[in-house]
């Protein structure tokens, strides 16, 4: 089992930053991948950014330049830093990682944190 711990969203205008933490109970060294999703009212979870089984990150286009997805091996925990925030970033922010066990592996999710973009 893996849980995974979010932290640092809130309400913030046009143009600010925000930081968001995700802090796993287990070594990140034993997880495949991790990252950051999101979802909207009306809209499907979608990729923000993730680092990949290879250790390569990945970003969806809309966010590329803007945010940033660090790790800090020691503490367990992935970062999502956000800059030049617009209201479309409004979504619930789900961390969520990928973890092997033998031939198969499972998803976990975190509990989401809510970021608000606006005026």
């Known amino acids: 089992q893996v849980q995974l711990v979010e932290s640092g969203g809130g309400l913030v205008q046009p143009g600010g930053s925000l930081r968001l933490s995700c802090s796993a109970s287990?070594?990140?060294?034993?997880?495949?991948?991790m990252g950051w999703y999101r979802q909207s009212p009306g809209k499907q979870r979608e990729l923000v950014a993730a680092?990949?089984?290879?250790?390569?990150?990945n970003y969806a286009d809309s966010v590329k330049g803007r945010f940033t997805i660090s790790r800090d091996n020691a503490k367990n925990t992935v970062y999502l830093q956000m800059n030049s925030l617009k209201p479309d970033d409004t979504a619930v922010y789900y961390c969520n990682c990928e973890r092997v066990y033998g031939s198969s592996s499972r998803a976990y999710w975190g509990q989401g944190t809510q970021v608000t973009v606006s005026s």
């Open positions: 287990v070594s990140i060294f034993s997880i495949n991948t």
């Open positions: 680092f990949t089984s290879g250790g390569r990150t």
